[in-house]
Each structure stands twice: as structure tokens, then as C-alpha cells.
Nanobody, 125 residues
Framework: QVTLVESGGGSVQSGGTLRLSCAASGHTYRTHLMAWYRQTPGKEREGVAAIDHDGNTRYADSAKGRFTISQDIAKKTMYLQMNSLKPEDTAMYYC???????????????????WGQGIMVTVSS
């Protein structure tokens, strides 16, 4: 069983920065795809960014140029550096991981096996 724990969320003003972390524990495979998703009330959960075991990355258009996804494989930890935050980035952010999902499928959230509990990010104007 794999457990994912997010940290680093909070409240910031527009233009501010936050760094989210997602630590994995338990039995993990060397191969993996990890991603950040987010959800606001009344909306579907949407993909923000993804990274695979080779360091390949993908970003949603809303994240390009502002967010950077990275990982420390030895620590089994994924990060999301969020700069120039906007009020519309306000959401619950979820970390997800799957051992076999290829990065081309990163937006197919039904393909991810493990999910964190989520962490809140609030950006005020």
C-alpha cells in the first residue's frame, strides 16, 4: 500500500508563492507517474502538472510559466513550486501516483491508483 501526504498549502495574496510537497511512503515501484490535480467546489478535478520517473513533465496551460513540478526520487517526494499565484488558483490540491501510467495519460485521473487527502491553497486578491 502506498500513502501520499501533501504539505505546504496555505493562504497567500495574489502574486505570492507557495511550494507544495507530496511524500510517498510504503511499497513504491521505481517506475512511476506522479501528478498534481486540483478541485474547486462545483467543478471537476483538473490536472495541473505531472512528472514521471525519467523526469519528463507535463503542464496544464493554466500552470505553464508559473508552476514548476519536480521530484526527489531518493526521498520519494514530489514538489510543485507555484509562483505568481492568482485567485483562480484557489483550490484543494491533490497529489497522485501510479506505478505504470505513462505520462501521455496524465490527464486520465481514473488511471491513477493512489491519491493523497488533499491540501488547501487559497489566493486572495
Amino acid at each position: 500500500q502506498v500513502t501520499l501526504v501533501e504539505s505546504g498549502g496555505g493562504s497567500v495574496q495574489s502574486g505570492g508563492t507557495l511550494r507544495l510537497s507530496c511524500a510517498a511512503s510504503g511499497h513504491t515501484y521505481r517506475t512511476h507517474l506522479m501528478a498534481w490535480y486540483r478541485q474547486t467546489p462545483g467543478k471537476e478535478r483538473e490536472g495541473v502538472a505531472a512528472i514521471d520517473h525519467d523526469g519528463n513533465t507535463r503542464y496544464a496551460d493554466s500552470a505553464k510559466g508559473r508552476f514548476t513540478i519536480s521530484q526527489d526520487i531518493a526521498k520519494k517526494t514530489m514538489y510543485l513550486q507555484m509562483n505568481s499565484l492568482k485567485p483562480e488558483d484557489t483550490a484543494m490540491y491533490y497529489c497522485t501516483r501510479d506505478p505504470f501510467n505513462p505520462i501521455r495519460s496524465w490527464l486520465r485521473q481514473d488511471q491513477f491508483e493512489h491519491w493523497g487527502q488533499g491540501i488547501m491553497v487559497t489566493v486572495s486578491s
